[in-house]
């Protein structure tokens, strides 16, 4: 699956603009997360021309992650002349309403945008299935991962974490894993972000190419990921 990515900061590293990716097939677009930065990246690449059809995967309510959906989803509306789609997790009504009063605080009209629950039949041909998965991020904050069925073998985007439990249950499920794309610090510890040792005792050398770091915070990261064997993600464009 070919995750292209639109920045690759952590929330308050914006040089490196906010974690985003997308795939997009001819007409139809998937957005994962929709930071402050992400409206201006999509506008100065051209990612939305001749786009028919945006979905956006939000994993949870910081602003690095959903600042700019007032601005994308009025886009959609106003000048693509289409509702954005907006997915959901099955079963989390407090994820839902308070996604719903977010696009509303924006000024955006409830009928301006579709609300969709996840599902595996979006009609991409790079995946066959999507889901939300629950993981530990911030305390009080609902924030979840995404996972693909691909014909490559499965791919996992953790977006926030502070946990590789799922990682490791995707990786259970998914022994020959395409890719796993996670956010990682260089921390000993940390309280809401992932350190980069406990990702290396969980990931073996052989399998870490296949596995790319996001968010990053800009303290000796990047170096630090790749030293470990580690791919980093690119925001080429
Ligand atoms: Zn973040
Ligand atoms: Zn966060």
Redesign the pocket.
Known sequence: MDLKFLGRGA?FNPMEGNTSAYVKEGEKLLLLDCGESVFTELIRRQVLDGVKEVWIAVS?M?S??CGALGSLTLYCAEKLDFNARILLPKGDERFESELRQLIRLFGVPDQMVDYVPESSNMGFKAFSGFRFCQTR??PALD?YSFAFETPGGGVFYTA?TATADGIEAFIGQHPRFEHVYTESINAEKHP?HLPLHVLADLIPPEDRARVSIMHLNGAGCEEAAKALGFDVVRCDG
């Open positions: 929330a949870h910081h690095d992650h991020h911030a924030c926030d809401v």
